[in-house]
């Protein structure tokens, strides 16, 4: 199967992916901490205020987001064969995303990131807590090598089995051909009740790549709140608790509690990156030290 290009072609790639981050804030209030779902089972209808732009980046990532696609890019990336970076040089990288077209309105990537660690660190959690709010969205770097954005940042999704209707957009998965495929087309697919997510190939994008990246460095924790923090659908949702096993369950309570962070820490108000940069360097080396393969 032939993958488009995103026809949105008018925003630069950091613009669309905060685009979509703007939606999420948009769909989860910081002042609501419930799921935003209304009695008929139906988003509320923020989705029909939401930007075009932002409506054709669902459509085409529920329409190319498959089984089959997931794999390709799996193949492709799990090689780590893109580059050799250390943690700062990839935030350097990530900060390539900037939005040119309006300098002064879109902070760095690294600052965004650094208002999320530092958040984290005021709050008192461990020191791997920190770090990951600081490396959470460094897969983004998949933009950089290429990838468009409908493949790279949205509400992550198991694969290979039906797709929830709390999915956002959901009607857009009517174009996706796993959609027309019976064995994925039921509650469990291809899985088995319980099965873990471990076991679970979910869609592609920022967070599965950096979870493999980091899977030998970082704590358990950590590593679902990396490949877990865009799965709306489960933990603010709470679809597929099927896929899960009891260990999951457990897991997910480090993904709710980085959520908040995720979310709600990113400001406009500049940091300042070199007074932060010495506490930041000691905890890097401390988990992530030298180049790693990207």
């Known amino acids: 199967m032939d993958f488009p290009e995103s026809t949105s072609k008018s925003m630069s790639a950091h613009a669309g992916l905060e685009a979509w981050e703007e939606d999420l804030l948009k769909r989860y209030p910081e002042e609501q901490n419930e799921c935003t779902v209304s009695e008929d089972g139906t988003f509320r209808d923020y989705e029909s205020n939401t930007r075009p732009e932002v409506r054709e980046f669902y459509r085409l990532n529920h329409r190319y987001q498959t089984l089959e696609f997931a794999r390709q890019k799996k193949d492709k990336y799990l090689k780590f064969d893109q580059r050799r970076m250390t943690i700062w040089e990839g935030l350097e990288f990530l900060d390539q995303l900037i939005d040119d077209s309006d300098p002064d309105i ?109 899977k030998d460095y970082l704590p358990e924790p950590a590593l679902y709140m990396i490949r877990y923090h865009s799965f709306y659908p489960a933990h603010r949702e709470g679809e597929y608790n099927e896929l899960m096993n009891d260990h999951d369950r457990q897991m997910f309570e480090w993904v709710r509690a980085f959520n908040p962070y995720d979310l709600y820490t990113k400001s406009e108000e500049r940091v300042d990156v070199e007074e932060l940069k010495p506490f930041y360097d000691d905890l890097i080396n401390e988990y992530l030290p030298g180049k790693l393969s990207w």
Request: with cysteine.
């Open 106 to 214: 879109h902070l760095p990537q690294i600052e965004h990131l650094l208002q999320t660690a530092e958040a984290i660190r005021h709050d008192g959690h461990p020191r791997w807590f920190i770090l990951t709010g600081l490396i959470h969205d460094l897969g983004k770097i998949l933009c950089l090598f290429g990838e468009e954005q409908w493949a790279v940042v949205g509400d992550t999704f198991p694969l290979g089995c039906r797709f929830s209707d709390k999915i956002v957009f959901h009607e857009f998965f009517q174009d996706n051909p796993d959609t027309n495929v019976a064995e994925y087309s039921t509650r469990l697919g291809i899985y088995e009740e319980g099965c873990g997510l471990n076991n679970v190939t979910m869609s592609w994008g920022h967070d599965e790549y950096l979870y493999h990246v980091m």
